[in-house]
């Protein structure tokens, strides 16, 4: 396990008490917490470098640059990107997809062809494809999914065809946990001369990411659920398809020359970030790289596997409570998603909060996966670096605190 008392001593935020009890942050699927040396990196930025980028001569102007550019090359590494010219920065995960639908999809998608996604999807990577099948008469098509939330490469390879030109898929489901065979995935998609897309949010803050290794064609990710900044996240796409896309946002920074009437654009990957970058958000995320790479993914990944199986041994053993997802641990990331019989889960979470356990409540933008569980909302608890085995115990206390008091009441 990870020495997550050392870890948590990092995150300012998680030293107070919320409703006089230490807090016990488990609501990470949302928003990760912050390093003092994410916080301290933007800081650093305003107070010494803070300066447009690629635009001025001057020292400020330099030192801006360079940190950003730094940025990009750190991102690269960390997804093992060929070049910098495939990483684009974008405000977040849903900028990211939304970008792949609107310029790759609207110019190769016509009447007939097919977009596959599953019904485990997060709202970003469904309503983008729904609007493009009905701009382009597109067909959206979903892979039925397995009992246990799980998906197999046998419905894969029923449901993709040769009509099939985008496939877009979650790494790590934001309500179920499971993690998808993405590489495979890839692989019967480029089968029948599709691209792949993948929405990374819940996968690149805790799993060692390679897209050379994956071959998938586009991936796209946001910085706050991995210790970085809000409004920052990145889209990677291989060179030889970004190269082929027009930009989606159109003015400043991004253009090569600008006549009355016409105008060029500027060389991967500037050509897709119109207008002043997010240029502290780029370099708070270069910040959180470090920070994750000095303890490492992998171990990273060990430790929420170890957390998620102890959470499920304690909380199954709670009478009246539901686990949605697989049931075995090595098939799921950090998340525990349940449900109290006849109680709220709204209701749960405030119970929760007033011990200081801190846990999402609602459809997790995922209403087509509510619909599949049959539920109208679920309660989530999700994992990260500095939460420990005591936590998840007093997430069991909670839980069983709430039951009683339920039972009291009606």
Request: with cysteine.
């Amino acid at each position: 396990m990870l020495n997550t008392k050392e870890i948590r001593s990092y995150f300012p935020i998680l030293n107070q008490e919320i409703n006089g009890h230490p807090l016990v942050y488990l609501d990470n699927g949302a928003t990760s917490q912050k390093p003092i040396q994410v916080i301290e990196a933007i800081k650093k930025y305003y107070e010494f470098e803070n300066a447009n980028v690629h635009r001025g001569v001057h020292t400020l102007g330099n030192r801006a640059t360079d940190s950003y550019e730094g940025a990009r090359e750190k991102v690269r590494k960390f997804i093992n990107a060929k070049s910098t010219k495939e990483v684009i920065f974008t405000r977040g995960t849903t900028t990211a997809i939304n970008m792949v639908a609107q310029s790759y999809g609207q110019a190769n998608l016509k009447e007939g062809d097919e977009i596959v996604i599953t019904h485990m999807e997060h709202h970003s990577n469904i309503i983008p494809w729904q609007q493009l099948a009905k701009r382009t008469g597109a067909v959206l098509k979903y892979i039925d999914l397995e009992a246990d939330g799980t998906l197999s490469l046998e419905k894969v390879r029923e449901t993709i065809t040769n009509q099939t030109k985008i496939v877009s898929i979650v790494y790590v489901s934001n309500v179920l946990g499971t993690m998808n065979p993405i590489k495979e995935i890839t692989q019967i998609a480029h089968e029948h001369g599709a691209v792949m897309v993948v929405d990374g949010a819940q996968a690149a803050p805790h799993l060692k990411l390679d897209v050379q290794a994956l071959d998938c064609d586009f991936l796209a990710f946001s910085g706050h659920k991995m210790c970085g900044p809000t409004g920052i996240g990145v889209l990677y796409g291989k060179e030889a398809l970004l190269d082929k896309m027009e930009p989606v946002e159109f003015g400043g920074e991004m253009i090569d020359f600008v006549g009355l009437y016409d105008s060029t654009w500027k060389e991967l990957p500037w050509k897709f970030e119109g207008g002043t970058p997010i240029i502290a958000g780029a370099i708070g995320l270069g910040a959180a790289i470090d920070f994750l790479e000095e303890i490492g993914l992998d171990e990273i990944e060990k430790h929420e596997h170890e957390l998620a199986a102890y959470a499920m041994e304690r909380m199954s053993t709670i009478e009246g409570l539901t686990i949605y997802g697989p049931v075995d641990p090595a098939k799921r990331a950090g998340i525990v998603t349940f449900n109290l019989d006849d109680v709220h889960p709204h209701d749960v979470a405030t119970v929760l909060d007033m011990s200081g356990i801190a846990v999402r409540a609602g459809h997790h933008c995922a209403q087509p996966l509510m619909k599949w569980l049959q539920c109208v909302a679920t309660a989530r608890a999700s994992f990260y670096i500095y939460n420990s085995e005591e936590d998840l115990d007093r997430l069991v206390t909670g839980l069983l605190s709430a039951k009683e008091y339920f039972n009291d009441v009606f």
